[in-house]
Structure formats: C-alpha cells, structure tokens
C-alpha cells in the first residue's frame, strides 16, 4: 500500500511509520516540523522511524531538515517539509505520487495550549484537515484515517464514554477542533464516499512521548529533583493507552478501512485501565526509585476530571485489545527515558 501520513514525524506518527515500513509499505510523510516543542525531538523520531542511526549534527532548523529529506529518502519513504495549512503546496505532492490511504495525524496537539492560541488550532485542525479532504476528492483517494481525541466528551460524568454519547460540550478550543473534523469528516463522506474512520485516541505513552504531556513532564521533574506540578488534589484520572496498543489500533482501523467500501466510523482506542494523577505519580516514582516534589497547584482550565474509554466498538468491530498494562508501560517508557539521556 501507499500510505500518505501527516504528522509523520511527531509522537504517534513516527511509531506509525516505522510499523507500516517494517510491514513492506511505502510511506510519505508531510511534516512542518511545528515549534510546539523542539523539531531535534523530531528529527530524532525520523530518523528512528525509518531505522537509521540518531547520531546528527544540528546546525540550524531549515538546514538540519533539509539533510533529513536527503538522508532519509528512500524507495518506499519520503519525507515532506510541509505545511498542511498549505493547499497549494500539498497540491504539488498529490500531484506526483499514487496514494491509496491518508492517515491523518497532523495537529495542534494540546489541550491548555489550544485555550491561549484557538485561531492556530483552527487553522491546523480544521483547515488543514479539510485541505486534505479538498485534495481527496480532487485526486480520487477514497480511504481517510483520521486522528481524534477522547477529549471531546468533555466533563461527561459517565463511568466510560461511549462513542454514542453525545459530544456537544467539549470545554477546550483543542476538543471542539476535533470534534469539528469528525462532523466535517462526515460532509466529504456523505458527497463523495469517502471511506473514513475516526479514531478518539485516550491519553498515548511510551517511548518518543511529547515531552508536553504528564507522564514525560513528571518523569523529567523527578529524575532532576525539579517541582512537579500537581494539579488538583491527585483525583483527576485517565485512560492511558501504550503507544504499541495504538498503533495495533491504527493498523487493524486501516484494515477496516481498506476492505470496506464508503463507510464512516467513530471509534475509541483506549488502554482498559484508568489510573488517578496521584496514582500516575506513585508509579513513576517507583520506576524510578526516587520520590517527586510535588507542588500543589489548582486544577486548570480545560483539563477534564477524569477519561474512560468503552472500547467495546474497537473490540468488536476491529479485534482491539490492549495488552500492555499501566506499569509495564511505565517502565518501557522510563527505560527509554533514561536511555536517551535528557
Ligand atoms: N498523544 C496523545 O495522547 C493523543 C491523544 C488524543 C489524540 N491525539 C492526536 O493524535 C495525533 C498525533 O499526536 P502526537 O501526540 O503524536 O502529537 P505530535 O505533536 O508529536 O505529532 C504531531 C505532528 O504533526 C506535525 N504538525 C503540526 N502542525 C502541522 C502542520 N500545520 N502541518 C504539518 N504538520 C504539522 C508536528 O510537527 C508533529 O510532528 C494528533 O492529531 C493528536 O491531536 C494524540
């Protein structure tokens, strides 16, 4: 197959990548290398993804990415320095090679972010996605992957969110851009049958994490003796889910996908297991063998009390099972961590 990825270089993309090259697929992957945190982190992730050595000497941004389209350029893989906000610029890469799917990763990724910049999350995640969207019909793509998030059930106070639930009150500007791709998604479906699956991804770890979210953050805080933030009084909880779990999850949505003509899907990917912030920590700080300095903090805007996924629809519909435990997880990731040295 050939596989169209944006985001390609970031947490959940390069993961990605690396299982559907390993698998004997070809990839291209449009990335813009966005300063949300550092594009070294990136470029890392890249070079990881297609299995070269890490070992890179940086100079300046445009330079070091350039070297990287050379360097990692091969028969099945082509990374392209992209803007999806950028019609006319995808245009040219749609224009030059065959693509059977588009997995849909790229976006303004964090929810407390998204409250002090909501015009760049509209620009990223609904206009760039509905540029990929224009750029399907114009080019006969009929199979679409798209990355949502558990954050659109908002402060739903069910025991485990359901996709049928209703998603009208999302409570970040991060969550209603999401929540608008799964509505806009549904417009290029409906007019030009275009097959397409949502996947509401609950809070991703493991190795190559952002190094924006929680578990990264604290595992960085502990290991340097610096405050960790403590948001709340530790009850807020998650869904977590282990990287190689989602991309088990992607890669059995992209079957469906594949083999089914003009459907439309919303399904959770969870890990089966929610775990409290106070909980989280303790589990860190365990692996690590080394206690945090908490600093209490009141809770934030925008951060929901608590994630639960029903994965019921995954099971059934996909096979999904997630198989890696919270604390496993926590290990692996810590592993990595510390292995990759800052
Ligand atoms: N990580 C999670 O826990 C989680 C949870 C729910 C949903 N998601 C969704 O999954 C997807 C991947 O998340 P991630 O954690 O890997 O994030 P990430 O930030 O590591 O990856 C996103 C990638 O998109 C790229 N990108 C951003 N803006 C772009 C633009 N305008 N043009 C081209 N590329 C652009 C970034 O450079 C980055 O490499 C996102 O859509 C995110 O909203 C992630």
């Known amino acids: 197959m050939n596989y169209l ?7 959940i993309g390069s993961h990605l990548v690396e299982r559907l090259l390993s698998s004997g697929h070809s990839v291209i992957n449009i990335d813009n290398f966005d300063d949300f945190y550092d594009y070294k982190i990136k470029v890392r992730n890249t070079l990881e993804s297609v299995k070269l050595p890490t070992e890179f000497s940086f100079r300046e941004k445009e330079h070091d990415i350039q070297k990287l389209i050379f ?5 099945d893989y082509q990374l392209y320095y992209q803007d999806i906000r950028d019609k006319n610029g995808l245009e040219k890469i749609f ?9 849909h990763l790229a976006a303004l990724a964090g929810v407390r972010p998204s409250i002090e910049r909501p015009l760049d999350y ?23 992957l798209n990355a949502s998030s558990s954050s659109v059930y908002g402060n739903s106070d069910k025991i485990s969110f359901s996709e049928d639930d209703s998603v009208d009150q999302p409570i970040s500007p991060y969550a209603a851009t999401k929540k608008c791709t799964e509505i806009l998604g549904h417009v290029y479906h409906h007019l030009y049958k275009i097959s397409m699956v949502h996947l509401r991804f609950f809070t991703v770890f493991g190795p190559r994490q952002r190094p924006d979210l929680a578990i990264h953050k604290f595992t960085q ?7 960790l933030p403590f948001y709340g ?15 088990e999850g992607i890669v059995k949505a992209l079957h469906l996908v594949e083999t089914h003509e003009n459907i439309y899907e919303i399904i959770n990917l969870g890990g089966d297991e929610v775990v409290t912030l106070e909980e989280m920590v303790a589990v860190i700080e365990e692996t690590l063998e080394k206690k945090a300095h908490k600093k209490m903090l009141p809770m934030q805007p925008g951060d929901v009390q608590k994630t639960a996924a029903d994965i019921t629809k995954a099971r059934t519909l996909l096979g999904y099972l997630p198989a890696t435990h919270f604390k496993t997880g926590i290990k692996k990731f810590v592993e990595w961590f510390l292995k990759k040295g800052s």
């Open 5 to 11: 990825i944006t985001g390609g270089s970031g947490f």
């Open 71 to 75: 360097e990692t350029s091969s028969k």
């Open 221 to 227: 805080n502990i290991t340097e003796n610096t405050p």
């Open 122 to 144: 509209e620009a990223v995640n609904i206009k760039g996605t509905m540029n990929l969207w224009e750029l399907a019909r114009e080019h006969g793509i009929l199979k679409f």
């Open 233 to 247: 009084d530790g009850s807020t909880a998650r869904d977590y889910t282990f990287i190689d779990d989602i991309i």
């Open 95 to 103: 224009a030059k090679h065959r693509i059977d799917v588009i997995i």
